[in-house]
């Protein structure tokens, strides 16, 4: 199956007078102690994976002048989970460390394209602290009417 781009499912739909718009949700939520922290190691989850897949991008690059696809290194990584030393990226959902890889691509994607500067590491301290997830199979549910939001491994 190739997926269409917003642009060409937009041609398709305009015969119809319809158009795609494609909305995203930032949200402040009021959490337990618990979903805090939960929040918190999610979001040091993505920082470290994003760094980790930013740093063998370059390492490989380095040493063999190809460059490291997302695919390789997913599947690499999920066997990086079950090593002892690193059973705490289990914690957050999948997805959250998924998005991390995938905004390491993107970055060199844009750069070159000429769009943004060298991809650079992620700081506890100076970087915005945040992580993304997906939707899928209902795994995040927004309630408008009690104002709540449910997200992987968050309730």
Known sequence: MVRKT???????????????????????AITTPKQHELIVQSVGCARFTYNFYLNEKQEVYRETGLTLNYGEFKSAFVGLKYHPEFKWLKSPDKFALECAMEHVDDAFDRFFKGQNGYPTFKSKHKSKQSYSTKETNGNIKLDIENQQIQLPKLG
Not at 8 to 27: F, M, S, T
């Open 6 to 28: 917003v642009e060409q499912r937009n041609k398709e739909l305009a015969k119809d007078g319809l158009k795609l718009h494609l909305y995203g949700i930032k949200v402040r």
